[in-house]
DNA sequence: CCAAGGCCTGAATG
DNA sequence: ACATTCAGGCCTT
């Protein structure tokens, strides 16, 4: 009983290393002992011990503090895989993300990796974001949408972003157009706010779990990248048997499915704690 | 429905 | 030094 309301303490206590070395974010930077992120129109200062401090001083629930972990992390616990990545990485969180930022980054993120992303989202944010000053410091907010749907393709493209800089564009228009609007996906179900975020151009099965996972509230949506696909041939090659070859999009449709089935409603919290270990095991550099 | 090839960039490897 | 391969996910054919 003691040790069970130890271990609990733990959990509420948000880890920040873990949290933002987890691939859910890309613009965070450490200074001192603090950690500075942008957050669409929003800089966000965080201590050691997770507090907040925003350069807007608009109230964000970043770090998701109303979700019940006690009850997700019990219902994701279901094996020994689990138990150890949950363990080994206590106060791993989810965040809940500027939704616009967020779209825009996966979609940079396609065929990148982490340290590519960063610079190019830099460079976005560098280049289309307003210049701000928070805490003697300078940082460029990330652009809104408006500025990045009138940017022309080569202006894009300067910021690294290769094939994907009309992609960037055309997603940018449908949201000022108010096709995609982020407030209805927040209370649309899963499904159905997937199949909206997907109709924007580099959009596909697993950018849209990203941004439904790490901004909209879809707690079930679990990513499927090369890496997910590799653990889960790894550790539980009985429950979820794929084929070891790409998959299709029928395919990733299946083996969600099986893993909201097995993981239950917050599926996407054991797919953060998985992917943090994994990477990790392979010694893969974070931000 | 599926498979294959192209897109873009930087890092790793030869 | 230079060339090739690879990593990465989506779109088109």
Redesign the pocket.
């Given at each position: 009983m003691k040790s069970y309301l130890f271990e609990m303490i733990d959990y509420c206590k948000i880890n920040l290393e873990n949290t933002i070395n987890s691939g859910q974010v890309f613009l965070w930077k450490k200074d001192q002992n603090n950690w500075y992120g942008i957050n669409g129109q929003d800089v966000l200062r965080v201590n050691s011990l997770g507090k907040i401090k925003s350069y807007s001083k608009q109230k964000t629930d970043y770090f998701r503090e109303k979700d019940n972990l006690e009850e997700i992390l019990k219902s994701i616990l279901k094996d020994k895989i689990t138990r150890y990545a949950v363990k080994k990485y206590l106060g791993l969180r989810l965040l809940r993300q500027d939704p616009f930022q967020c779209f825009i980054s996966?979609?940079v993120?396609?065929?990148?990796?982490i340290?590519?992303i960063r610079?190019?989202l830099e460079n976005i944010c560098k280049i289309f974001g307003e210049k701000v000053s928070f805490d003697n410091k300078e940082f460029f907010l990330f652009p809104e949408p408006k500025f990045l749907a009138s940017a022309s393709i080569q202006e894009i493209?300067k910021c690294?972003?290769?094939?994907?800089?009309?992609?960037i564009i055309k997603a940018s228009e449908m949201v000022c157009s108010d096709e995609i609007n982020f407030e209805y996906l927040k209370k649309c179900e899963y499904f159905k706010a997937k199949e909206i975020i997907?109709k924007?151009?580099?959009?596909?099965?697993?950018?849209?779990?990203?941004i439904l996972l790490f901004s909209l509230d879809k707690t079930e949506a679990f990513?499927?990248?090369?890496?997910?696909?590799?653990i889960l041939e790894k550790y539980y090659p009985k429950i979820f048997e794929l084929?070891t070859?790409?998959?299709?999009?029928?395919?990733?449709n299946v083996l969600h499915e099986k893993i909201t089935k097995y993981f239950g409603p917050y599926s996407g919290y054991a797919q953060q704690f998985l992917f943090k270990m994994e990477r990790d095991i392979y010694k893969?550099?974070w931000l």
């Open positions: 996966f979609i993120s396609s065929n990148s990796n340290q590519k610079i190019t493209k690294g972003t290769g094939y994907r800089s009309k992609f997907s924007a151009p580099g959009v596909g099965n697993k950018v849209a779990d990203c990513p499927l990248d090369r890496w997910m696909i590799r084929g070859k790409s998959i299709t999009n029928k395919q990733y893969k550099n």
